[in-house]
């Protein structure tokens, strides 16, 4: 089978994915208070749009608590939409839209949150002075720093000294 048709799916180890939702932990947080405030206030506002609704027609619309409109609304911003609860109005028609919407927008937001904690991840970036430590000591090992007690007569501190080696001659085409 060639190459091309082959997909592959890559997860890093599980102690990873724990370690890497744990550094996003205040993403999450924040992503499900979005959700939570997002739904209660949509629940309220669905609620007085449905009330008003029931005070003006004359037919009688089913009564809407603040709960059923908690309900209707996280059926709706899920996007599962049983059906059993509909709006009345067209304000809460148009609401129940947003909510779907907005449902979408959210839990993609998160699904991507979980997907990047899925995904291998680079490790921790070395710190400056680990980097300059793993430079001074590759110099150490070829001999290009010397000690400051080698350099007699210079002020203390670090000398590097770096020998170049002249460029090959170049080689003549035959």
Known sequence: MPDRDVIQLIVQKPGDVVRDITRMRWWYIFVWLIIIAYIAGSATLFQWLEAYAQEHAKDGPEHFSWFTSLYFTAINFTTVGFGDITPKTEYGR???????????????????????????SQPTPPSEADVLDALVGALIRRNALLPVEALEGRRPGLHIYIELEPPAPPRERG
Not at 98 to 115: D, K, Q, R
């Open 94 to 120: 148009i609401l129940a839209i947003v909510n779907s919407l907005a449902g979408l927008l959210i839990f993609g937001w998160l699904v991507a949150l979980g997907a990047l904690a899925l995904q291998p």
